[in-house]
Each structure stands twice: as structure tokens, then as C-alpha cells.
């Protein structure tokens, strides 16, 4: 079953998902107050928190955000944050991609986004339709 939690339930479930963001951020998510602010958000409303489970057993958490492209107009539901605390069933991961589809849809998105360096992912991607030809680079820059 998968839940998106209410900002209010978040604080009760924050180390649980701390613990899974800490071990699936994007390279984008590197500033030092990068927790502080994640928290902020789902607390706010503006990124979203989903638990999904396995009767009362917690096993995976995926955080996501609209994004939106001003340029363009577009808006993307953006996985920000993917993570697995054993290994996910099948259909868990088919009940989660028609759910979050769905949200996706109601807040006018065109697409689901994700960063992602694992190659089990990409294949679920695949599985579901996705473009997976794009590489997303990271440059650092020194600090001066």
C-alpha cells in the first residue's frame, strides 16, 4: 500500500525518511542545510512524502515536487527522492507508479522526472515508458 503522507504526519515519520534521503539524494541536493530545508518543504506542502509498506512494515519512501519550467510552461512531477529499505515488490512498484501518475495528472504535470544512478531503476523506468536516454551531468565548480 502506498501513502502520501499529510505535512502534519511528517514529523512523526522523519527519521524513517531522513534516513532514506540521507542514502538517495540527487547530486542537486548538496547544500549543507540540504535536510533543514527538505523538512521545510514537507512540512510547508511544497514537496510530498509517500510511504509505501507491506502490511505494517515500512518499505520504501519516495519524496517528490512539482517543478516547473518557466521557459517552457511545462510542469514535472519530480521524483526527488527514491529509496528502498529492502527490497521492493513488483507490485508495489506497479501500485506506486499508477498512484503517483495520477497525482501527477491532478497537478497538471506532463511528465515524472528522476535523477537516478542505479541501474535496477533504469530498467523500471523502462518497464513504465520512460525515456531514459539522457544523461544528467554535475560539473563542480571550486570554491574561491
Known amino acids: 500500500m502506498i501513502t502520501k503522507l499529510l505535512p502534519e504526519d511528517v514529523s512523526k515519520y522523519w527519521d524513517i525518511i531522513s534516513y532514506g534521503l540521507e542514502r538517495s539524494l540527487p547530486p542537486v541536493a548538496n547544500g549543507v542545510e540540504r535536510m533543514n530545508n527538505i523538512l521545510a518543504s514537507l512540512l510547508a506542502g511544497s514537496m510530498e512524502c509517500w ?3 507491506e502490511g505494517d512494515q515500512i518499505a520504501g519512501m519516495m519524496v517528490t515536487a512539482v517543478a516547473e519550467d518557466v521557459c517552457s510552461g511545462t510542469r514535472d ?5 527514491l529509496y528502498g529499505y529492502d527490497k521492493l515488490p ?3 512498484w506497479v501500485e506506486g507508479y499508477s498512484l503517483v501518475s495520477r497525482y501527477a495528472k491532478s497537478k497538471n504535470c506532463g511528465r515524472i522526472t528522476a535523477y537516478t544512478n542505479v541501474p535496477s531503476l533504469v530498467e523500471v ?4 515508458g520512460g525515456d531514459t536516454q539522457y544523461t544528467y551531468i554535475t560539473v563542480p565548480l571550486d570554491s574561491d
Not at 77 to 81: H, K, N, T
Not at 125 to 128: E, P, R, S, T, V
Open 51 to 53: 510511504l509505501g509498506s
Open 77 to 81: 512531477l519530480m521524483i526527488y527522492a
Open 90 to 92: 513488483g507490485e508495489l
Open 125 to 128: 523506468a523502462k518497464k513504465f
